[in-house]
């Protein structure tokens, strides 16, 4: 969907605005026919067997064609109007805060007087300004509003998107202590794999330091976390508590504490173990031989050898 316009400017053509994407368009509208028949068509034939049981079969066609088609064209509708729908996803919060401000603003005017609505005005405006906590707190939720957009304009420029042209669905944001993390849904036709070559483009769009990704839940690989990080906490000073809980009249050891440095081995008792030495063992006899000159059969045991230890 979009707006040209014939008119040139110095020669040169003014463009074209554009809301909606032709590829997305066309894939919308052959979706939405799809939709329409589908729905009808299975609407239509229960409604009619529903009816059947009450009427003449030909008065259940009719009553099923009657509940089918308004059916379709809800589904095609909703159909036709998904990247309209999508779009004011991608924008809700800013809407939203816009028109309940000037909700505010209008309801102050009329029913308080200008002295009141400018001190009202610059109690809103001064205290977040002046509190650093409240300062910090609307800066970072106003970091997640423009990181939902920075992160649609990566999907939009270098992510490549499915056949029908739609890009991942960017769910909500919210700050953290280094930054801000983002829930993403994937559509078909893109993984976490093709975004992880991608993270320093990332970060660059979405004026960070560096991009994480990782899963937001172990079922489903199309629902991802990106954690967008702009500063290092871990390299802040932190106050402890605990300085607090030493006495400040305790008595202070005037020896200067000697810290070990070093293991001296020589210097630490170790008793000395002595393995009793055996003896050595006899030497071996040449075999005895009969008379024959044969060899006599070996005994089952030495006359030496202690029966005992075999027992």
Not at 111 to 132: E, K, Q, R
Not at 173 to 199: C, F, I, M, N, Q
Not at 244 to 264: Q, R, Y
Request: aromatic letters at 6%; glycine letters at 6%.
């Amino acid at each position: 969907m979009s707006k040209s316009s014939p008119r040139r400017f110095a020669g040169k053509s003014t463009g074209t605005v554009t809301v909606i994407e032709a590829r997305v368009h066309r894939s919308s509208a052959r979706n939405a026919r799809v939709a329409f028949i589908l729905t009808g068509i299975v609407v239509g034939i229960l409604a009619a067997v529903v009816a059947a049981a009450h009427w003449h079969p030909v008065v259940a066609l009719f009553v099923g064609a009657l509940v089918g088609v308004p059916t379709g064209a809800v589904a095609w509708l909703l159909v036709r109007i998904w990247p309209v729908l999508r779009l004011l996803w991608w924008w809700m919060a800013e809407v939203v805060i816009v028109a309940g401000l000037l909700t505010a603003w209008v309801q102050l005017v009329d029913h308080t007087p200008t002295v009141v609505t400018l001190l009202v005005v610059a109690l809103v405006v001064g205290v977040p300004a002046a509190v650093p906590v409240i300062r910090r707190q609307v800066v970072a939720w106003v970091w997640c509003l423009v990181v939902r957009h920075r992160l649609r304009v990566c999907f939009a420029q270098f992510i490549i998107a499915n056949q029908s042209g739609s890009l991942p669905l960017i769910l909500w944001a919210r700050p953290t202590p280094v930054g801000e993390r983002v829930w993403v849904y994937l559509r078909p036709g893109l993984s976490a794999k093709d975004l992880e070559g991608r993270l320093d483009k990332i970060a660059v769009t979405c004026h960070a330091s560096t991009v994480l990704i990782e899963r937001a839940a172990e079922n489903n690989a199309a629902y991802l976390r990106f954690d967008i990080k702009r500063r290092e906490v871990l390299t802040a000073h932190v106050g402890s508590p605990l300085v607090d809980k030493i006495d400040p009249t305790a008595p202070v050891s005037a020896s200067p504490l000697t810290v070990p440095t070093a293991l001296d081995l020589p210097d630490v008792g170790v008793p000395t173990i002595t393995l009793p030495t055996q003896g050595k063992p006899p030497a071996k006899k040449p075999p005895a031989t009969t008379a024959n000159g044969s060899k006599p059969a070996a005994s089952s045991s030495a006359p030496e050898d202690d029966v005992s230890d075999w027992i």
